[in-house]
């Protein structure tokens, strides 16, 4: 998508912290961070949210939870982390774009906010 922030980022015509990256999926840091450890990961391919999921491929989705595992493990969030994707501006999804928060390093509350 032209004007999809996120795809931009993919396409790495805008620079961003990237910290695990396949042909399909990356995951990068959040430029404002909710958690000492807050990450987000993103399927390379546009979807808009959660709602589009079975136009991504089922193998993407699967490389995609493993990316958010592998960088979990990385920075040592095996205490606890949370995943979090937002769906409409309702929720606070602010990117048309489908990814997900991981935030880690941090005592978080239940039920969230």
Same mark, same amino acid.
């Given at each position: 998508?032209?004007?999809?922030? $996120?795809?931009? !980022?993919?396409?790495?015509? *805008?620079? &961003?912290?990237?910290?695990? #990256? ?6 990068? +840091? ?8 807050? $990450?987000?990961? !993103?399927?390379?391919?546009? *979807?808009? &949210?959660?709602?589009?999921? #079975? ?6 989705? +699967? ?51």
């Amino acid at each position: 998508m032209v004007n999809c922030l $996120f795809c931009k !980022i993919a396409n790495k015509e *805008i620079d &961003s912290k990237i910290v695990y #990256e396949t042909e399909n999926v990356m995951v990068f +840091k959040d430029i404002d961070p909710k958690a000492p450890v807050h $990450f987000l990961a !993103i399927p390379k391919f546009h *979807i808009s &949210s959660i709602l589009e999921i #079975e136009q991504l491929d089922k193998n993407i989705l +699967k490389e995609l939870f493993k990316a958010i595992a592998k960088v979990a493990k990385d920075y040592n969030l095996e205490k606890g982390f949370r995943v979090v994707t937002n769906t409409g501006r309702d929720a606070g999804q602010s990117v048309d774009h489908l990814h997900f928060h991981v935030l880690g390093k941090r005592k978080f509350n239940w039920p969230p906010g």
